[in-house]
């Protein structure tokens, strides 16, 4: 069992930057991708950014990519997830998401670990 505690949510002002970071309660010696997934008040849990095993493949969702950049402390089991530009519709509550395996994901499918989510608050 990998447990994931998500910090760095907070309120904020269109435009101002966060970093959320997502540390792994132990070490896996298991390949993994880590990535970010969000839920809006009212709105489905929809993906954000996933990074590759390895850190060199990342994705993202159209919405954030530009403004968006995930990255990992391989050595102590933690991805970050830095936010620019925010704006109003990235308030939601982020949660960090698990997968064995070291490709990165798109979508929820075959997620085996969920954190329990930081909110973001952006207002205008």
Wanted: proline residues 2%; aromatic residues 12%.
């Amino acid at each position: 069992q990998v447990q994931l505690e998500e910090s760095g949510g907070g309120s904020v002002q269109a435009g101002d930057s966060l970093r959320l970071s997502c540390a792994a309660s132990r070490r896996t010696f298991s390949t993994y991708a880590m990535g970010w997934f969000r839920q809006a008040p009212g709105k489905e849990r929809e993906f954000v950014a996933a990074l590759s095993w390895s850190g060199d493949t990342t994705v993202y969702a159209d919405s954030v990519r530009g403004r968006f950049t995930i990255s990992r402390h391989s050595a102590v089991d933690t991805v970050y997830l830095r936010m620019n530009s925010l704006k109003p519709e990235d308030t939601a509550v982020y949660y960090c998401a698990f997968r064995y395996g070291g490709v990165p994901f798109r979508n929820s499918g075959g997620i085996d670990f969920w954190g329990k989510g930081t909110l973001v608050t952006v207002s205008s």
